[in-house]
């Protein structure tokens, strides 16, 4: 069993920056693919970022490209995603979702992934 627990949501003003955070209870391994999601009402939750614990690699939205950057920090076993030059329609629930696979792609869709967070509000205001 895995828990993740979000934190680091808020209130900003269009333009700043955020750092959410996801604390993985247990020791993460290299098996672990660890991705953020984000869902504003009415609409599927989408994919934002993503990446596997053991590697270097990530995967980020087109629409937030350059501006989020998602990491990890083994000592601490939480996965961290920087948002910077905010805009309101970043504004939504975001999730940390974690699935435990060997496969060597990253899940973008929801049904992927077995583990989820309570989810921490961004609201971004123009």
């Known amino acids: 069993q895995v828990e993740l627990v979000e934190s680091g949501g808020g209130l900003i003003q269009a333009g700043g920056s955020l750092r959410l955070s996801c604390a993985v209870s247990?020791?993460?391994?290299?098996?672990?693919?660890m991705s953020w999601f984000r869902q504003v009402p009415g609409k599927e939750r989408e994919f934002v970022a993503g990446m596997r614990w053991g590697g270097s690699s990530t995967y980020i939205k087109d629409s937030v490209k350059g501006r989020f950057t998602i990491s990890r920090d083994n000592a601490k076993n939480t996965v961290h995603l920087e948002m910077n030059s905010l805009r309101p329609e970043d504004t939504g629930v975001y999730y940390c979702?974690?699935?435990?696979?060997?496969?060597?792609?990253?899940?973008?869709?929801?049904?992927?992934?077995?583990?989820w967070g309570q989810g921490t509000q961004v609201t971004v205001s123009s």
């Open positions: 979702a974690s699935v435990i696979t060997r496969n060597s792609w990253i899940p973008r869709i929801s049904s992927g992934y077995d583990y």
């Open positions: 247990g020791r993460a391994s290299a098996s672990y693919v």
